[in-house]
């Protein structure tokens, strides 16, 4: 009887793993902590499972956080978001998603536009 206990427990922490995972975020365009040296023109997000972009905003040291949009209708394990001609600084965007388990999933990542780059000549 003991094995099965174990087998039940074993079975249900696997169904339970199974259950509470999450649209996790596996790679950003541009990296996490990139040093860019012209503006980029979007943001690619790709994600572990297809997952719906609820929200996304940029914020430019500590200036104002500016909500970008329209955001894609459609879920998708790869999401890419237009931005607009962004300056010489470091940059934050953060978004949430809407994963498949239907739980919300914020993030963020940061990364710099170098000063002396193509940005700042316009």
Do not use: C
């Amino acid at each position: 009887m003991t094995s099965m206990k174990i087998l039940g427990a074993l079975l249900l922490s696997w169904v339970t793993t199974g259950a509470m995972a999450h649209a996790h975020l596996q790679k950003a365009v541009p990296a996490d902590g990139a040093v860019v040296t012209a503006s980029p023109a979007n943001v690619v997000l790709s994600f572990s499972e297809p997952a719906h972009l609820t929200a996304f905003w940029i914020q430019k040291d500590d200036g104002v956080k500016q909500k970008i949009g329209p955001l894609a209708p459609e879920p998708a394990r790869q999401i890419t978001i237009p931005l607009p001609q962004l300056a010489p600084g470091t940059y934050v965007v953060s978004w949430r998603v809407l994963g498949d388990d239907s739980h919300i999933v914020p993030g963020q990542i940061r990364f710099t536009v170098a000063a002396g780059t193509a940005a700042e000549k316009h």
